[in-house]
């Protein structure tokens, strides 16, 4: 009697585990499609610059942490800054030092963030050859302030609602600060 409860247990557990997906593919957190041609994101873009970073701000909470960039070269928007900080959207992996070309989009309370998936990078790595000249700056380091206030950046409710759960996750799991 102990020997076929033992079995039914194991035939039990061994149904379930095809039913569930025995051998299913593996699931990925974050998956990005290619990112658009480089002339496509600049027209979905508030901000479309290239800097190096300078500074990082670590706060507590993703949504206040925040990198300062010296730009060196505008495409879209406000050109006389020669300093930006663009907020962290909780994935993207900056190096202090480094040149990098960023596409970004403010929100509603003016915190301007990079394209969770698009072609924000190192320089040497976006082509930009595309968006022609921009508006070169020197880098004399003054000042931090970040343009008119109010832009949208066009998102749709569901992207602000992925950023959201993304950032809620990453807060539970007490990670990236």
Request: hydrophobic share 40%.
């Amino acid at each position: 009697m102990k020997r076929m409860g033992i079995l039914a247990l194991l035939s039990l557990m061994l149904l379930g585990q095809a039913w569930l997906g025995w051998g299913s593919e593996p699931a990925h957190a974050l998956s990005c499609a290619p990112p658009r041609a480089v002339t496509e994101e600049v027209t979905r873009s508030d901000i479309v610059f290239r800097g190096t970073l300078v500074s990082t701000q670590d706060h507590r909470l993703v949504d206040n942490f925040y990198y300062t960039f010296e730009v060196t070269e505008w495409w879209k928007g406000d050109s006389k800054l020669q300093r930006i900080d663009i907020y962290s959207n909780g994935w993207d992996t900056f190096e202090k030092g480094k040149e990098y070309v960023v596409f970004a989009d403010a929100d509603d309370i003016h915190k301007p963030k990079a394209h969770l998936c698009g072609n924000t990078g190192p320089a040497a790595g976006v082509d930009v050859t595309s968006l022609g000249e921009g508006t070169k700056l020197g880098s004399t380091g003054e000042g931090t302030e970040l343009g008119e206030p109010g832009a949208t950046g066009g998102k749709s409710m569901f992207a602000r609602m992925v950023e959201a759960f993304i950032h809620l996750i990453r807060l539970i799991q007490g990670s990236h600060y």
